[in-house]
């Protein structure tokens, strides 16, 4: 396949991959068909099948893409200029923002609820949060950070849990431009427990702000 070709199958995986997302996150997985899609994107269901084969493939590029992987959050986890704890709750409200206004990201996290209606294995996307989580909280231990007795395995693990319950909750019941809001009060009841030697209420000022005001566009309070 030739260079041109090669583009043309891409932004059209790509059109196919967008316009599922919107459909998947706006009526779910069962109440969207191929036909949807199609229709969304402009494109003809042959097209769907040749690129993605069937639904379920298309569900599982659209938790792939986003939801299962985070690419967008590398630079952040790995800045070593802000303290780990820091980086854990700035990592925390990219991925508010993300859940709140991002499509892909969106559609990843419903179609991830709604796993058992789908005739295929999604990825876990919680596994690669807790460990990021819990390295983490072993950096900020190993730096001083951390309160005494905070462990870092099982501590990620709640937190990790946690975090994406409080995401769902908020949503359902009050919306997604409330995420940020509700995950700031999150964290200043959560923070002072495991951080030692800073003020908990900066770390989370700074963390939201750098978000907020940042490139990516941020989530209102």
Not at 16 to 34: D, K, P
Not at 61 to 80: E, G
Not at 100 to 117: F, I, K, M, N, P
Request: hydrophobic share 45%; net charge positive.
């Amino acid at each position: 396949m030739d260079s041109t070709l090669q583009e043309r199958a891409r932004v059209t995986r790509r059109s196919l991959l967008e316009a599922a997302a919107r459909l998947f996150a706006e009526q779910g997985y069962a109440g969207t068909s191929v036909n949807d899609v199609s229709a969304a994107s402009g494109r003809t269901s042959g097209s769907v099948y040749f690129h993605y084969a069937s639904k379920e493939g298309l569900a599982l590029a659209v938790v792939r893409d986003r939801f299962a992987t985070w690419p967008s959050l590398a630079a952040r986890y790995a800045n070593p200029a802000t303290p780990p704890l820091e980086r854990l709750v700035t990592l925390s409200y990219e991925a508010a923002r993300a859940l709140a206004e991002d499509t892909l990201t969106r559609a990843g996290a419903r179609l991830w609820a709604e796993r058992d209606t789908i005739d295929a294995p999604l990825p876990d996307p919680f596994a690669l949060w807790t460990t990021a989580a819990t390295r983490l909280l072993a950096q900020a231990r190993a730096s001083g950070h951390l309160a005494y007795r905070v462990r870092p395995a099982p501590t990620a693990c709640i937190l990790v849990r946690s975090f994406f319950g409080l995401c769902t909750l908020t949503e359902a019941l009050e919306g997604p431009q409330r995420i940020t809001h509700r995950l700031t009060d999150w964290w200043h009841l959560t923070l002072p427990c495991l951080q030692r030697g800073a003020d908990p209420a900066e770390t989370v000022r700074r963390a939201r702000a750098e978000v907020m005001n940042g490139a990516a566009p941020g989530v209102t309070a």
